[in-house]
């Protein structure tokens, strides 16, 4: 049977009605049913490899991790957040704040996570007595509809509305497009290109943006352990999350000592000659990416490049030459391939970094490896991104983990700098409406000298 949006709307938001009076402890119970469903290991085990043999795209273990870390990261971070009616009160204001869902919300999910993607937004929308309608990505839409089966499941056990949950079968442009159309709100996983599809909806939308993550390493820090740390990033699922490193940068005088260290790791330092082989089979037109590359084993890559790399070759490494366009190397890859820079002087690497994210990535994220926190804060300063991850494997730290405080996430906003409306890891908090309820408090006005007396006092009042 043909997919109906209209019909698909109809059903969430008969279920969005049946909850959205609910009291906190029966949400709760609900998002803990839905995450248990997810938790089950045969469950993870078969949305792990489906996705895979689905897609070609990544690493099948680290997908049946990913959902367990995904989803226990997202309950740990709802854990004690109030959701439903009254949630802060403020008595010397006369303020009181009711928390308030959206109604039904469609959900873009990519290719590169059809399942973790759903685990964390569904637990998200639930938690804020919100229905979901999944559109999935045509290369994996057997994975994502299979995953909102059994958060239907967890729904179903505790006698919550299975429709609070529902998924695109047959999935189309025209449908993601009417689906967005039709529904309240949208959050999508995606490029530019989705962006724009996404705004053209002309509903509110949580959207994202490309990751081109360049890790800076410096003279402070031990570089055995940061390149570990780097290859247990670049490595996670085959590179196919946007979080993982697309470029090192590292200080001069560290530099063959580090990339010795990133070489003990598995990775290959490709020749000049070897470079621009693998150049043309990843942009076979000059500019657009291969495809076919995307999360691939390091092996298919060097195999269908024409390189010839040593077995235990984790990852493989070209030296970055120049920023922008006229090399490609210096943009977003999404594959076990990683671009070296060198540097001298830190304020121009910063200036090099901000290239670099103009030309693919602002608005991400930017790794570092420093104990120096002044090079650290000035990174932030200076960085148009959401993140800046110091010292830790950044593809387990920039979208939430167990030794970051950053929310957990797969859905990672890029700011006003990437078309986004959203900076930060987009998660429960992004899903709510609010209604203030404001009592008459004692009246106080302040007067001009009060707010403006050390202007006066310095320039006078002419």
């Known amino acids: 049977m043909e997919d109906n949006i209209q019909e698909m709307y109809k059903k969430a938001i008969k279920a969005f009605r049946e909850i ?3 009291s906190q402890e029966k949400v709760d119970e609900m998002v803990q049913a839905v995450a248990w469903e997810l938790l089950k290991e045969d469950v993870r085990h078969k949305l792990g490899h489906m996705a895979v043999d689905e ?5 099948a273990e680290d997908k049946v991790n990913k959902i367990k870390n995904k989803t226990l990261g997202t309950l740990w971070d709802m854990r004690n957040a109030k959701t439903c009616g009254l949630i802060e009160e403020n008595k010397a204001l006369g303020i009181r704040k009711y928390a308030k869902p959206i109604g039904v919300i469609a959900n873009v999910v990519p290719c590169t996570n059809p399942e973790s993607t759903i685990c964390c937004l569904a637990l998200s929308t639930l938690k804020t007595r919100n229905a979901q309608i999944v559109s999935p990505h045509p290369r994996t839409q057997k994975t994502s509809y299979e995953t ?6 967890g729904l179903e056990k505790v006698g919550a509305p ?7 079968k047959k999935t189309s442009h025209a449908r993601t497009a009417e689906l967005m159309a039709n529904c309240d709100f949208a959050v999508a996983t995606g490029g530019a290109a989705l962006i724009e599809v996404v705004y053209r909806a002309g509903k509110p ?4 943006g490309a990751g081109n993550v360049v890790s800076i390493v410096d003279d402070t820090v031990d570089l055995a352990a940061a390149a570990h740390k780097i290859r247990l990033s670049k490595i996670a699922n085959n590179s196919a999350s946007c979080s993982s490193e697309n470029a090192v940068a590292l200080y001069e005088s560290i530099y063959d000592d580090m990339v010795a260290a990133l070489k003990s790791e598995g990775g290959y330092l490709c020749s000049t000659d070897e470079r621009e082989k693998l150049r043309k089979y990843m942009w076979p037109d000059g500019t657009h990416l291969n495809r076919d590359i995307v999360a691939r084993p390091v092996t298919f890559i060097a195999e269908n490049a024409g390189l010839t790399v040593p077995e235990d070759t984790r990852f493989l490494m070209v030296i970055g030459e120049k920023v922008g366009p006229e090399d490609r190397f210096s943009g977003e890859k999404i594959s076990l391939v990683l671009t070296v820079w060198k540097w001298t002087d830190f304020d121009e690497m910063l200036d090099r970094l901000e290239k670099i994210l103009k030309f693919s990535g602002e608005g991400h ?7 120096n926190d002044e090079r650290r804060v000035k990174l932030a300063q200076r960085a148009n991104v959401g993140r800046v991850v ?3 494997p950044h593809a387990h730290a920039n979208s939430g983990g167990w030794t970051t405080g950053l929310p957990t996430t797969d859905t990672l906003g890029c700011g006003s700098w990437a078309g986004n409306i959203f900076s930060g890891n987009i998660n429960w908090e992004n899903f709510l409406n609010y209604t203030l309820l404001s009592i008459p408090k004692e009246e106080y006005i302040p007067s001009v000298e009060e707010l403006c007396g050390e202007y006066l006092n310095k320039w006078g009042r002419d």
Do not use: F, P
């Not at 909102?148 to 499941?153: D, I, L, N, P």
């Open 205 to 208: 939308a949580q959207t994202v």
């Open 365 to 371: 994220s930017v790794s570092v490896h420093s104990e």
């Open 55 to 59: 897609s070609n795209i990544g690493n």
């Open 20 to 22: 959205e009076y609910w």
């Open 390 to 392: 110091c010292n830790m």
């Open 148 to 153: 909102v089966q059994h958060v239907r499941k």
């Open 162 to 168: 299975v429709d609070l949950m529902q998924c695109i």
